[in-house]
């Protein structure tokens, strides 16, 4: 052989790799609706950015008589490239090779992957697609996902790890993803659950289908395990990418500085009228937050789930921030313990990768009620104050309207090292709500009127008091808890002055080997 011949012949090779599991099997994917692993890779790269990786790697397996299979690449394609011209390490399980499943090489074909990603400090994006553990490997195949688990593990909250399920994902494959940053689920060809709907008719008797056990509208609403439903493979690598900008490269870096046209001093008249008169009237809260933020810009994440409280990132000046906000048009914006769970988390992503905190306020309180506590809301709310307190990034705080008992505390109070603790003129910021300290500080008085309308006009004066003393931003102000009560219109303004004057801030938690956080 001449070296054109060689290269001939590697070009041969690489074609091949490139077929994966073959035409047929790649027709089937096609006719699912499903992408290939290549195909999804190159549409989630910057063009023609992507470096593969051990294209050439077989599988080892003697079982079976498995040594007469083998396809170039085995399950799993891997590399680098490029998103906006920043560097991320990819994997992508390919389907139409044994459905994915993982063998012991196909896992280190991902270990190596990440392992340069911890090198190098950037995300690493794995891209799901698997019939889980390669049945003909056994043991190998477990130790493979115990080998990536680790990593990602060692990975979290060093590089950004973001997880696409675009097809199967189960039995114990689910937690890789699950040990990641962000999962991203597909409405149609893409579930996870630990025990599959055939097992779970043998062991409990119940009868379910796999969309209603562990489909994207399953985790995206009900379990939370999932923070974005994408209806297409196409949705979802475009919001990873627009994921990816909001983001550091890796836990020493500060997220890229967006030029940003919207201007610094816009201010919108409309936030002034914003908050109902009667207190308990519902908004909407992202409003306030698309008024306020550059351009109107918002990626929430875990939409569908714990709808009282909204999480996500955006920006002020080009400055990535991370938002959290009491949403007032569900559950009245109380907090429970799965609007606790997602925030704290959220709020420890962004401590880990120095994106600023800004939370907006509006709070009655916690969810009352056996169910609650059965549930564990006081260790779940212990969870979000835990987050709020330990974290040191920049935390600007501003209360739309009310902020009552221990949620005020939670809610990134100034006690908890709130940086720049904000009010508007319609703040509340008390103990409990009139009704509540009412019944409690004269329920003994109120019972002994007799005279009907005599009662009602005595609760009404001593509402009217108790209002005119804690419903406003005043008494926090006046203790120094407030920092400033500010015009609803300017507030795009002030918080982007806070932060930027934030810049520079500095503050380190007790040494220690880590914390203990409720979990
Ligand atoms: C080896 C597998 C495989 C597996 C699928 N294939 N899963 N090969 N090990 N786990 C192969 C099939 O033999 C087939 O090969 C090809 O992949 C496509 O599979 P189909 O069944 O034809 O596809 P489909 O009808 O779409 O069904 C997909 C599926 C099904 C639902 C994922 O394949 C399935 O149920 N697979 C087994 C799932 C499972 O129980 N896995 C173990 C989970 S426990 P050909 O040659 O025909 O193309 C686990 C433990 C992990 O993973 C523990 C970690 C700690």
């Known amino acids: 052989m001449n070296n054109q011949d060689k290269i001939r012949k590697l070009i041969e090779l690489r074609n091949e790799a490139r077929m994966g599991g073959g035409e047929a099997r790649i027709n089937r994917q096609h006719e699912q609706g499903k992408m ?10 910057d063009e023609g950015s992507f470096e593969e990786l051990d294209m050439f790697v077989t599988h080892r397996c003697t079982n079976f008589g498995m040594e007469k299979t083998k396809f170039k690449g085995d399950g799993v394609v891997i590399g680098h490239g490029t998103i906006d011209g920043r560097v991320v390490y990819v994997y992508a399980q390919d389907f139409t090779v044994f459905g994915g499943s993982l063998s012991e090489t ?24 698997s019939g889980g553990a390669r049945i003909q490997e056994g043991v190998t195949a477990l130790a493979g996902y115990a080998e990536i688990f680790e990593r990602n593990i060692l990975a979290s909250g060093v590089v950004p790890q973001i997880s696409a399920i675009f097809g199967p994902c189960a039995g114990g494959a689910v937690y890789s993803p699950a040990l990641t940053d962000f999962i991203m689920m597909t409405e149609e060809n893409s579930y996870m659950f630990v025990t599959g709907p055939k097992v779970v008719k043998t062991v409990t008797g119940e009868t379910i289908t796999v969309n209603d056990l562990g489909g994207a509208n399953v985790h995206s609403s009900k379990s939370g395990v999932s923070h974005f439903k ?19 490269q890796n836990n020493f870096e500060e997220a890229p500085m967006i030029e940003c046209t919207d201007p610094i001093d816009r201010l919108d008249e409309e936030l002034n009228t914003i908050i109902p008169p009667n207190p308990n009237m519902p908004y909407d809260v992202k409003d306030i937050i698309y ?30 921030i991370g938002i959290i906000a ?35 306020v509006d709070v009655p309180g916690f969810l009352p009620g056996s169910g609650q ?10 969870k979000l104050m835990f987050a709020y307190g330990e974290a040191t990034v920049p935390k600007v705080t501003v209360t739309l309207r009310k902020s009552y008992g221990g949620a005020h505390c939670v809610m990134s109070s100034k006690q908890l090292r709130g940086d720049f603790n904000y009010a508007w003129p319609s703040a509340e910021i008390a103990v409990m709500g009139a009704k509540g300290a009412i019944e409690v500080l004269e329920g003994k008085n109120v019972r002994k009127i007799e005279d009907e309308q005599e009662r009602l006009d005595y609760i009404q004066k001593k509402t009217d008091e108790y209002d005119n003393a804690f419903a406003n931003p005043y008494q926090a102000a006046s203790y120094g808890y407030i920092d400033d009560v500010i015009e609803p219109r300017n507030t795009r303004f002030r918080l ?24």
């Open 36 to 45: 290939t692993a290549r195909e999804r890779i190159e549409m989630l790269l």
């Open 106 to 129: 196909m896992a280190q074909k991902i270990c190596k992957v990440m392992d340069m990603a911890m090198k190098a400090g950037a995300p690493v994006i794995g891209i799901n697609d």
């Open 230 to 248: 994408v209806e297409s493979e196409e949705e979802g690598l475009m919001m990873i990418r627009k994921l990816i900008s909001y983001l550091p």
């Open 291 to 320: 008024s306020i933020v550059d351009d109107n810009e918002f990626l929430e994440i875990h939409q569908n789930y714990a709808r009282n409280i909204v999480v996500g990132f955006s920006r002020l000046a080009g400055q990535s």
């Open 326 to 360: 009491n949403q007032p048009n569900f559950l009245a914006g109380v907090l429970d313990c799965d609007a606790s769970r997602k925030a704290a988390r959220f709020i420890r992503f962004c401590d880990a990768f120095n994106i600023p905190l800004l939370t907006l």
């Open 373 to 382: 506590e059965y549930a564990g809301i006081i260790n779940h709310g212990a």
């Open 496 to 519: 982007i002055r806070a932060f930027q004057s934030l810049q520079t801030k500095k503050v380190t938690n007790p040494l220690k080997k880590h914390s203990n956080i409720p979990l």
